[in-house]
């Protein structure tokens, strides 16, 4: 608790944290825990009407925030510069990337590309700690593109916040407007309700889906810890819900089975990863092996090796360069796309590009 006393209104994002208030995951397996129902996706892809396929993406979008109910209590493992992930399920039949492309601000961006739809982002996180609560400000835009419609869906995640972070239970609240856009086709507003600690309204979701005139075409309401539902009260369609939770979830950080999936090293794998895949994390991994104290002190040794190596290229003169990401302007934002370069180098063993030791 000492740790906490002096951070009252900071960005903890810059702060190196103690392991204990980790999980062993990477924020980078996180943003690819956004396609845990991407079924959703595949769904939409195979509707005529595209008021239903918005009723879908809004779904999906809603759906990313599930796995924060169980998880209120740690924080993924902050990426470090040039770490990577990937994630081919075939059973899902999409194949995802994910890679660590700048560290002051701290950006990761992740493509992922399936038959039914496209999905990327790049992810910016601003905090603030309150002493007793922690408010967490996403920042970018999350694209869904669906080609058999050339529908391209646009969205921004809305403000979340811890509870109880020095004592007590810790829980989590979402709050905000969520607006998906697409195109002009069609949109659709989300209401996250701001709750407190003895709210009956807690985790509750409404909102509308709107034609291109601004006309109400569709209501969703739910909680996005449980259940959405698009319709009226009376008789309402139920779009998605919660997949069982592992009987021991509990016991292993809060994980669902496809977060446990995430850090699986699969027979084959190893030698296809590249060094930088977060697998391959040496602290991460002492973490989900019980090893706490070993975990520590390889989660120090890991960081002043990414101080040293950014020292290095300060003293050379030299900017990073992403290995499968670069950086686009669009409009007035700028954003991180991918090279669609990485499955190429993957069949080659990524001859010809460098990747760096980052553990």
Not at 79 to 94: A, K, M, N, Q, W
Not at 177 to 204: D, H, P
Not at 223 to 234: D, H, I, Q, V, Y
Not at 307 to 327: D, H, I
Request: aromatic share 12%.
């Amino acid at each position: 608790m000492k740790f906490f006393l002096h951070l009252s209104g900071k960005d903890l994002s810059k702060i190196s944290m103690p392991v204990t208030l980790n999980e062993p995951l990477s924020a980078l397996q996180r943003l690819c825990e956004q396609l845990e129902y991407s079924e959703l996706l595949n769904e939409a892809n195979g509707l005529s009407d595209p008021h239903e396929r918005m009723v879908r993406v809004a779904t999906f979008a809603v759906s990313f925030y599930a796995l924060s109910y169980y998880r209120a209590g740690r924080k993924p493992f902050n990426p470090i510069l040039g770490e990577t992930y990937e994630c081919v399920r075939e059973d899902r039949g999409f194949r995802f990337i994910a890679e660590q492309v700048s560290h002051h601000p701290p950006i990761a961006a992740c493509h992922c590309e399936a038959p039914d739809f496209c999905f990327w982002l790049d992810a910016r996180i601003k905090n603030k700690f309150w002493g007793k609560s922690m408010e967490v400000f996403p920042i970018g835009t999350i694209n869904v593109t669906l080609p058999k419609h050339g529908d391209h869906y646009q969205w921004s995640n809305v403000t979340s916040c811890i509870h109880n972070v020095l004592g007590g239970q810790r829980w989590v609240d979402q709050y905000g407007e969520m607006v998906i856009t697409n195109q002009g086709k069609c949109s659709c507003k989300l209401n996250f309700i701001k709750a407190g600690y003895w709210s009956s309204r807690k985790y509750e979701v409404h909102g509308a889906v709107y034609n291109s005139e601004g006309a109400k075409v569709k209501s969703l309401f739910g909680t996005w810890n449980e259940a959405m539902f698009c319709g009226e009260l009376e008789n309402p369609l139920c779009v998605w819900r919660i997949a069982p939770m592992p009987g021991d979830h509990e016991r292993y950080y809060g994980f669902s089975q496809f977060a446990i999936e995430l850090n699986e090293m699969e027979d084959g794998l190893e030698e296809k990863l590249p060094c930088t895949d977060c697998r391959f994390r040496t602290d991460q991994r002492l973490l989900e092996e019980g090893k706490v104290q070993e975990a520590e002190a390889e989660k120090h040794r890991v960081e002043q090796l990414q101080r040293a190596a950014r020292a290095e290229r300060e003293r050379l003169g030299r900017e990073w360069e992403p290995n499968f990401f670069r950086k686009e302007r669009q409009g007035k934002q700028e954003c991180w796309v991918t090279k669609g370069n990485y499955w190429t180098l993957r069949e080659n063993g990524f001859s010809g590009i460098h990747l760096p030791k980052l553990w």
